[in-house]
């Protein structure tokens, strides 16, 4: 899960709500001062949110950059269905190519953090012409490492049973028990908590499951017609680097390594993300 460290908007950001003939997405969208040189759609990750990518807007926008990111059906702000059935891939990615069409500014950069990364291939591999590129941030060729697969079963088989607010005490306990954990401002937990509270359960079931069993994909990744760029922190643990530095040779994409980040390069730093994502943009933007 990503923690936003603050909640501020940036001052060329407007909270909306974008509509579109499947539903309607909560997103922030982001725009530069004069002409945009493209438009990048920002796909959160498992229990995430739109608000994961705060920090990124602005040095977007900086480099002239419409970037727009999105709470996905059923998390936080975004409505969605009660029952697990309706969040498969094929749905999610349709999803995503409802909002690129409802934005008008296709084809987009296409961003995916974590599970994110999960919807967004899912969508390339439906309408690839949607996107000039796919980015997959800190998201595997497949399923999540055993540590993570033992956490999800866990909030898996607790969701449909139990309280949310037990399970939510729960997470938070857990998260204690970390040797790395460092208590959050009471302003991000009353986010945290929110959001938690607001998303649909059956999403962090459906979702939970694909992280759980996702088989690898890098054969279809290689084949999709689109400029592809896998990034990740130096301290990665959700996949191994090794993992994710074996998919974008396998793949040829462009590679960087953030260091000193971890699983969450666009809220630890969004400067040195923002400038590798640029780079690997701006030849594709060349008219």
């Given at each position: ?22 539903q309607?997405?909560?997103?922030l ?16 990750g ?9 920090a ?25 269905p ?23 500014d ?58 949310p ?24 937990v ?13 999403q ?15 054969e ?61 943009w701006?030849?594709?933007d060349?008219?």
């Open positions: 899960m990503s923690k936003p460290r603050s909640l501020d908007l940036p001052p060329r950001t407007r909270a909306y709500r974008l509509h579109t003939p499947r309607e997405f909560a997103v969208d982001s725009r530069p001062e004069g002409r945009a040189r493209g438009t990048v759609l920002l796909v959160p498992y229990t995430g949110s739109k608000e994961d990518f705060l990124l807007l602005d040095p977007l926008a900086d480099a002239g950059y419409r970037a727009v990111a999105v709470d996905g059906r059923g998390q936080f702000e975004s409505p969605g009660r029952r697990v059935s309706g969040y498969t891939p094929r749905t999610l990615g349709g999803d995503v190519l409802a909002q690129v069409a409802a934005l008008g296709g084809p987009v950069h296409l961003v995916g953090h974590s599970f994110g990364g999960f919807v967004a291939r899912s969508a390339a591999r439906l309408d690839p012409s949607a996107f000039r590129s796919l980015t997959l941030l800190a998201s595997g060729p497949g399923r999540v490492g055993p540590e993570q697969r033992t956490k999800i079963r866990m909030l898996r088989a607790a969701l449909p049973v139990l309280p607010s037990w399970v939510w005490a729960v997470t938070q306990w857990l998260d204690g028990r970390d040797p790395t954990y460092v208590p959050d401002p009471p302003e991000i009353a986010f945290l908590q929110r959001r938690w509270f607001s998303t649909q359960p059956a962090l079931v459906a979702t939970g499951r694909q992280l759980r069993v996702e088989p690898d994909r890098t279809g990744l290689a084949a999709l017609p689109l400029p592809l760029h896998v990034a990740y922190g130096s301290g990665e643990t959700v996949w191994t680097v090794g993992e994710l530095a074996h998919l974008a040779r396998r793949v040829d994409a462009r590679h960087t390594v953030i260091l000193g980040a971890d699983h969450s390069p666009n809220v630890s730093h969004p400067a040195e993300l923002a400038e590798a994502l640029t780079k690997f701006s030849p594709l060349t008219p």
